[in-house]
């Protein structure tokens, strides 16, 4: 008897089986076929067939069905609003009826060709808010089904979403939806370096895995080392031609993305220590996996992006290194004019074999806009979309390809239609770029002649690249603990001078806000482990170095070294909760002043500024101010921490809007503190690289913003073409709303009416807005 205990068992094991069988499908079509031929089956149903809906062409098309002839599948299309699957869907509740009304019924009916069915059950499946499909279960006779057949398939149904969407998103679709499908050859990815291209696919790979070399004991040592160092040196040499080559192409500081391979080549956390395995008895092929395993599984653990990209640097250094441990020099690869490069995951090696010319844009599937890859990208001035969900990328080889690197999205083999529209944005774009040129040597001012000073934010050394180029007024957030990340041991004072003196020199004279070591929750030291149960709430950024007087005081006493001569350093304290904080640090800073003045090193005392990231820090903003140089607002954690939700958890971060009203509340409340208070105050999280977001900031009384440096020439575009009243009528406007919705209206409002209609962000067809550099899910078409 359905409903009784013996059959919800027998149900659930079902359906736990389906769920794994589902799991183990290689592919999309065999995993649809599955679900239905198992559920008819555990349902005694005449028919069970799956829909998918597809938005931009508003229909339910079916697209697996076991009961109905298999011609059905692609040509039984039921407009949305209509019938009962418009129904399900629509309503994103399940439908269940004993007896369906004719009228309801007729276009699948009509369309079908298999006559009349009686009895329907039919459930919405969605994945994080978005409909995706119906499945449907029919029975030729009256039949109500059993509210435990209507839980079997919500549950199905809500597995199937994860699953469809991730297919939907890797293009494993397409071959369902039919040769005139808006879907066909599109696939999406992450916005990499603004702009777009088409030209040809070259897709490259790396020859040698080092993932997959096995341990194996060493014959001779010795010989395995000279072997190993030999390699080494052949990467470095080649890493050094390259950045000759780019020479030309590059400026000085842009070189310094191929200084960090270098630098990372000559390590001793890399070299010395895979000496080391070779000596203890491993080949060195298996001695280097081991070493670059161990220091990449840090980097793989974090949860911050920019992070988990370094790993990807040291990894294909990794392979690169195995390359010629192996004697292979890697086969020569035909670039043609107009060459879009492809890799599963691209090197900036990768991008320098290509001649400069011949470049027109780069794809990978691995990877984002905060991979070297992309970082360099941007300094060409290519178009790049990275993490590129693909499961046959090798087959885009020689074939026509659009890289949209505003949208982060790929189409391959483009139709006519798309083709000429995709030309239309290209000549746009190149009208908007050299645009853009043109006021790289104009100050960021308004149009009543208001300056605005926009710094860059930055990481490595190798980031502070094209910042002076597009005319930055300083180093707005350097975040040190970038530094800590590349070692297995805290880096010693000598060390971290060194990585100081690099970026105070590139930036000088222009200032530097050095942020002091923020580790914890997302940004773990592999060499400190902390474990808690609330990491964002726990042992992080002040908190810890606090707990630590030797690490601060050590920092400390580098960057201060580091500043000597130049005086443009300027300390930012990351996660500042209230005044002992503020105290305690200051005590420490002064501590190690004096230090260094008993040594006799001439240190200067810097101004210190702390960042504001911490509800409380809101609430008590003037009286951090009084006791500061400068604040800064770090609007990612700021808003995080306002509306509960997890910046790095995919599940709740698209719900992360940075013009929620009560966070804009918030950044008032802190510009009117520090006004009162009497000192300046800036935003440097990833809301101010919006245009439109960056206006309302201004607007509102921000004295700056640091910002990524891809996203500086639109910000200051977008200055120049408003007033200051303009930016603070915005501003003014936005706080009396309630809503994020209608304050991104108004936004966008001002943006058109101040000629800005290209930086407006749009989610529908093409539109190229701004959102390069934007890592806020919620800047991505958040007006629809
Ligand atoms: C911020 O929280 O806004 C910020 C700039 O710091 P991070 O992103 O490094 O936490
Ligand atoms: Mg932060």
Request: aromatic share 4%; with cysteine.
């Amino acid at each position: 008897m359905a409903g009784d205990s013996s059959g919800d068992l027998s149900r659930l094991e079902s359906l736990t089986r389906l769920i794994r069988e589902v799991d183990a499908a290689p592919d999309i079509e065999t995993a649809l076929r599955l679900v239905v031929a198992r559920t008819r089956d555990v349902m005694s149903a005449d028919v069970c067939t799956i829909y998918f809906t597809y938005h931009d062409s508003q229909r339910h098309v079916i697209v697996a069905t076991n009961g109905l002839a298999p011609e059905v599948v692609g040509q039984v299309q039921i407009g949305f609003g209509t019938g009962l699957i418009g129904m399900v869907a629509e309503s994103t509740t399940a439908v269940n009826l004993a007896e369906v009304p004719e009228e309801l019924d007729k276009g699948f009916v009509q369309q079908a060709g298999a006559g009349r069915f009686h009895g329907f059950l039919g459930v919405p499946i969605t994945h994080r808010g978005t409909v995706l499909g119906v499945l449907v279960v029919r029975q030729r006779t009256v039949r109500r089904f059993e509210d435990a057949d209507a839980a079997f398939l919500t549950t199905l149904a809500a597995q199937l979403g994860g699953v469809i969407a991730y297919a939907r998103a890797s293009g494993d679709l397409c071959t369902l939806c039919g040769p005139d499908s808006a879907q066909a050859g599109r696939f999406d990815g992450l916005a990499g370096a603004p702009g777009i291209a088409v030209g040809t696919g070259v897709v490259v790979y790396p020859p040698a895995d080092l993932r997959a070399v096995p341990d194996r004991p060493a014959d001779s040592p010795a010989r395995e080392e000279r072997c190993f160092r030999d390699a080494v040196e052949y990467v470095q040499r080649e890493v050094r031609r390259l950045r000759q080559d780019v020479d030309q192409t590059l400026s000085p500081m842009d070189r310094a993305l191929f200084d960090t391979y270098a630098l990372i080549l000559d390590s001793p956390q890399i070299v010395e220590a895979t000496v080391e395995l070779i000596h203890q008895g491993n080949w060195a092929p298996g001695a280097l996996r081991q070493t670059i395993e161990r220091h990449t599984r840090r980097f793989d653990e974090m949860q911050d992006p920019y992070l988990r990209e370094r790993g990807a640097d040291i990894r294909q250094l990794g392979d690169r290194i195995l390359l010629h441990l192996q004697g292979q020099a890697g086969t020569a690869v035909e670039y043609p004019a107009d060459t879009i490069l492809i890799g599963r995951q691209l090197s900036t090696i990768d991008l320098g074999l290509v001649p400069r010319e011949r470049l027109r844009g780069i794809i990978s599937a691995e990877g984002s806009g905060l991979s070297h890859a992309a970082i360099l990208a941007r300094a060409l001035g290519i178009p790049a979309v990275m993490g590129v969900v693909a499961p046959h990328l090798e087959q885009w080889d020689g074939q026509e390809i659009v890289a949209n690197g505003h949208r982060g999205r790929v189409y391959v083999s483009p139709g006519a239609p798309l083709r000429e529209e995709v030309d239309r944005l290209i000549d746009e774009e190149r009208v908007l770029a050299e645009h853009l040129k043109s006021l790289r040597n104009l100050p960021s001012t308004t149009t009543d002649g208001v300056a605005v000073a926009l710094y860059t934010n930055a990481g490595l050394v190798a980031d502070t690249p094209s910042m002076l180029a597009s005319g930055s007024a300083g180093i707005g957030l350097f975040r040190s603990e970038v530094a800590f990340m590349a070692y297995d041991r805290f880096p010693s004072e000598q060390e971290q001078v060194k990585v100081y003196r690099q970026v105070l020199e590139a930036a000088a004279p222009l200032p530097v806000n050095l942020r002091t070591l923020d580790v914890g929750a997302d940004k773990p030291l592999p060499y400190l482990p902390i474990v808690e149960q609330n990491p964002a709430l726990g042992w992080r950024g002040i908190r810890l170095t606090l707990d630590h007087p030797e690490i601060f005081l050590t920092q400390l006493r580098a960057a201060l070294r580091a500043d000597v001569g130049l005086g443009n350093l300027r300390l930012l304290l990351p996660m500042v909760t209230g005044i002992a904080d503020v105290e305690q640090a200051r005590a420490f800073i002064d501590q190690a002043h004096q230090q260094l003045v008993d040594d006799g090193v001439a240190s200067v005392r810097p101004p210190v500024g702390i960042m504001v990231e911490v509800p409380s820090a809101v609430y008590q903003a003037e009286e951090l101010a009084r006791r500061v140089d400068f604040l800064s607002v770090g609007t990612n954690d700021l808003t995080q921490y306002l509306l509960a939700i997890d910046r790095g958890n995919p599940q709740v971060s698209k719900r992360l809007d940075p013009l929620h009203p009560a966070v804009l509340r918030a950044l008032r409340q802190v510009v009117d503190a520090c006004r009162r208070a009497g000192k300046p105050v800036t935003v440097c999280g990833e809301m101010a690289c919006d245009p439109g977001c960056a206006l309302l900031l201004l607007g509102m009384g921000y004295n700056g913003l640091s910002i990524n440096a891809a996203a500086l020439p639109r910000v200051k575009w977008a200055v120049r073409s408003v007033s200051s009243a303009q930016m603070a009528a915005l501003a003014d406007a936005a706080l009396l709303l309630d809503e994020p919705k209608p304050i991104w209206r108004l936004v966008e409002r001002l943006l058109r009416e101040a000629g800005l209609e290209r930086l407006v962000q749009r989610a529908d067809g093409e539109g190229n807005g701004a959102a390069a550099g934007t890592a806020i899910p919620a800047l991505r078409g958040a007006t629809t």
